[in-house]
C-alpha cells in the first residue's frame, strides 16, 4: 500500500494547476512524474471566484 500527500490548485475553469508531492514513500521519479501528470490532467466541475488551493490531499494507492 503505497500513501501520497499532494498539494494543488483548482482554477475557476475546473483546470488543476502546479501539482507537488508533498509525501510519498515511492523514490521513484518516473512513477512520481506519472502521478503528477494523472492529477495535472484532472478535471473539476467550473466555478465563479478565486481559485482553490488544496494542501495534503491524501491518497492511498494498493497493488492487486
Known amino acids: 500500500r503505497l500513501q501520497l500527500k499532494l498539494a494543488f490548485k ?17 523514490t521513484d521519479d518516473v512513477f512520481n512524474d506519472c502521478i503528477l501528470e494523472s492529477v495535472r490532467r484532472a478535471k473539476f466541475p467550473k466555478f465563479d471566484g478565486t481559485p482553490i488551493q488544496v494542501q ?9
Open 56 to 64: 495534503n490531499f491524501p491518497v492511498e494507492l494498493e497493488s492487486q
Open 10 to 26: 483548482i482554477d475557476p475553469s475546473g483546470s488543476v494547476e502546479n501539482p507537488i508531492l508533498k509525501a510519498t514513500d515511492k
